[in-house]
Nanobody, 124 residues
Framework: QVQLVESGGGLVQAGGSLRLSCAAS????????MAWFRQAPGKEREFVAA????????YYAESVKDRVTISRDDAKNTVYLQMNNLKPEDTDVYYC?????????????????WGQGTQVTVSS
């Protein structure tokens, strides 16, 4: 069983920055495709960003691609989401996810493991 633990969420003013972290318990982290999703109350969970284990390629949702960066440190079994120029509409619970298959995905159903989520609140 793989455990994912997110951290780094909090309250920030519009225009500010946050860096989310997700630490994985598995020794095979290096072979996981990793992603971040977010979800607001009453809404579906939506894709934010993903990073491939094969070549480090990154993928972003159009709504955030100019403001966020996903990265991974395989030595630390950790994936990060750097978020800049935050907007009130970025207020959500952010979830880390791991996919143990060959490729990345934008779909929540394709990820095997999930963290518990970390709240990000952006005030105007």
């Amino acid at each position: 069983q793989v455990q994912l633990v997110e951290s780094g969420g909090g309250l920030v003013q519009a225009g500010g920055s946050l860096r989310l972290s997700c630490a994985a318990s598995s020794r095979t982290f290096i072979m996981f495709n990793m992603a971040w999703f977010r979800q607001a109350p009453g809404k579906e969970r939506e894709f934010v960003a993903a990073v491939s284990w094969r070549d480090g390629a990154t993928y972003y949702a159009e709504s955030v691609k100019d403001r966020v960066t996903i990265s991974r440190d395989d030595a630390k079994n950790t994936v990060y989401l750097q978020m800049n120029n935050l907007k009130p509409e970025d207020t959500d619970v952010y979830y880390c996810a791991a996919r143990t298959y060959y490729s990345t995905s934008y779909s929540t159903s394709q990820y095997n493991y999930w963290g518990q989520g970390t709240q990000v609140t952006v005030s105007s």
